[in-house]
């Protein structure tokens, strides 16, 4: 099995597939997740919308206060299943949906947000059948990812039905990203974003999302857990 980084270099990593998958999610599609993790949230989409069903899950959404240089971490171990590259392409296939992420914002929600951002490959020069991951920054109202493109770096594709662990850690100055292959552990892709400084007050979570202003017309699944090791001795994350 492969795992294409963003600078398109194919790395053969070992597929470990797990005969207990009791604590994984029971219910379609979120069969596959793996091992001996603890604790999958199976967060589903629904046709027609932009957010699962469930919005108070995985603390996201939660208000947060942090202090004016306090450094803050959010990681999750993710398995984006294999209707999330299955939703048909109509003028939105190019637009990112957004994994997970947090923000500083104080009063406007995005402002001095961090976040990872991913959609399907779907372009003739991308592998087929994956899932791209970009750096998703957010710096001020007035600097929003999409307007400046070369600073919202890629983090390369990944694979369906395969464990990920990403870490989205925010400074007080810039905000930093991490990938790392879930069964190996092995560091995949890094990047970072600048941040513009910021007050103590308010933040916010951010949870999973489809589209930007449009809706899904198909499920689209992905499956969490906060239990990055699962019981592997092996286990190193960043």
């Given at each position: 099995m ?5 600078s398109l ?8 597939v797990s005969?207990?998958?009791y604590?994984?999610?029971s219910?379609?599609p979120?069969?596959?997740?793996d ?10 989409v629904?046709?027609g919308s932009?957010?699962?069903?469930d919005?108070?899950?995985?603390d996201?959404w939660?208000?947060g206060y942090y202090g ?18 299955e939703?048909?392409c ?25 976040m ?18 970009w ?5 001020n109202s007035?600097e ?13 594709y ?11 850690q925010?400074?007080?100055?810039n905000s ?5 292959d879930?069964?190996?552990f092995?560091?995949?892709a890094t990047n970072s ?16 999302y489809?589209g ?9 699944t ?5 239990d990055?090791?699962?019981?592997n001795p092996?286990?190193?994350i960043?």
């Amino acid at each position: 099995m492969k795992i294409i980084i963003a600078s398109l270099v194919c790395l053969s990593v070992l597929v470990y597939v797990s005969s207990d998958i009791y604590t994984c999610p029971s219910s379609s599609p979120c069969t596959n997740c793996d091992d001996q993790c603890e604790d999958w949230l199976c967060l589903t989409v629904p046709a027609g919308s932009h957010y699962q069903t469930d919005e108070d899950v995985l603390d996201l959404w939660k208000l947060g206060y942090y202090g004016l240089s306090e450094n803050t971490t959010k990681q999750y171990r993710i398995v984006f299943h294999n209707n999330t590259i299955e939703y048909p392409c109509g003028t939105w296939c190019s637009n990112e949906n957004k994994l997970f992420g947090m923000s500083r914002g104080f009063i406007f929600v995005m402002d001095r947000s961090s976040m990872f951002s991913w959609r399907k490959t779907f372009l003739p020069s991308e592998p087929a059948n994956m899932i791209k991951v970009w750096a998703y920054g957010w710096y001020n109202s007035s600097e929003k990812p999409w307007e400046h493109p070369k600073q919202n770096p890629e983090m390369g594709y990944l694979q369906v039905e395969y464990p990920y662990i990403f870490t989205v850690q925010m400074y007080e100055y810039n905000s930093t990203y991490t990938i790392q292959d879930g069964n190996t552990f092995e560091v995949i892709a890094t990047n970072s974003t600048p941040q513009t400084p910021f007050f103590p007050g308010p933040n916010y979570n951010f949870p999973l999302y489809f589209g930007g202003t449009e809706v899904t017309t198909t499920e689209t699944t992905v499956s969490f857990t906060k239990d990055l090791c699962c019981g592997n001795p092996k286990c190193k994350i960043v």
